[in-house]
């Protein structure tokens, strides 16, 4: 059963399909997917079992992209895609992932989604 759709992000959001590390310490590591950012969360698709509240890092790397972690948290959950705050929304990277998912780098709507 989904939880309630609770969503407080007003930035606006900008489809993406950019290819995360979803770590939650100590040991929990699995692939993701951000299908949407902006400059205060994202839509998180992993196959994890995620729940809310819970404190997450997301590890960013790829092409045009230096690696660098988001500090974010789980605001809600659908199946195996989960709302994220970003606990420091003036982290310089999330701009720059805005801006390239803005302007079509990283969006293409042939690539597969995880299941």
């Not at 770590?23 to 809310?52: D, E």
Request: net charge neutral.
């Amino acid at each position: 059963m989904p939880e309630a759709t609770m969503d407080q992000r007003h930035a606006a959001r900008v489809p993406c399909d950019l290819r995360v590390l979803v770590m939650v310490h100590p040991a929990i590591f699995g692939p993701g997917v951000l299908l949407n950012v902006s400059s205060s969360g994202a839509l998180l698709q992993t196959p994890l079992n995620l729940i809310p509240a819970t404190q997450i890092e997301l590890e960013v790397e790829g092409p045009g992209v230096s690696r660098f972690c988001i500090l974010a948290s789980i605001t809600r959950r659908e199946l195996n895609q989960y709302g994220v705050a970003f606990r420091r929304t003036d982290h310089p990277a999330i701009a720059g992932i805005v801006r390239r998912a803005a302007s079509d780098e990283s969006h293409s709507p042939d690539t597969p989604r995880l299941s």
